[in-house]
């Protein structure tokens, strides 16, 4: 039964760092895709980034470059979001979410919202001024 679970939201203030976490279960597919979501209050979902399975390659959305990072722990099969430098426009409730299948763009894991198999429930990030 796949699983995955974000943690590690909370409040915290412009500027500041949160590191979110998402634990996988049951995945045994040779390789998968695991993205990360956001959706604030009233807009729509927006697609932060992507890791591949072995957590080698991510693709991440342009604005968020730089700023936010994922990472993978392969022994504790957990996906990491760092996000450093937070604004208050970062609010918003962050998913995991996770494609069964492994494609890509160049050396950039395809990172779709629309692909998404499996989602898990969400971890609330408010970002005060």
């Known amino acids: 039964d796949v699983q995955l679970q974000a943690s590690g939201g909370g409040l915290v203030q412009a500027g500041g760092s949160l590191r979110l976490s998402c634990a996988l279960s049951?995945?045994?597919?040779?390789?998968?895709?695991v993205g990360w979501f956001r959706q604030a209050p009233g807009k729509e979902r927006e697609t932060v980034g992507c890791t591949d399975s072995r957590g080698e390659y991510t693709t991440y959305v342009d604005s968020r470059e730089g700023r936010f990072s994922i990472s993978t722990y392969n022994a504790n099969n957990t996906v990491y979001l760092q996000m450093d430098s937070l604004k208050l426009d970062d609010t918003a409730v962050y998913y995991c979410a996770a494609d069964r299948t492994l494609e890509f763009s160049g050396y950039s894991p395809i990172c779709l919202d629309g692909r998404m198999d499996y989602r898990g429930k969400g971890t609330q990030v408010t970002v005060s001024s």
């Open positions: 049951g995945f045994d597919f040779a390789s998968y895709t």
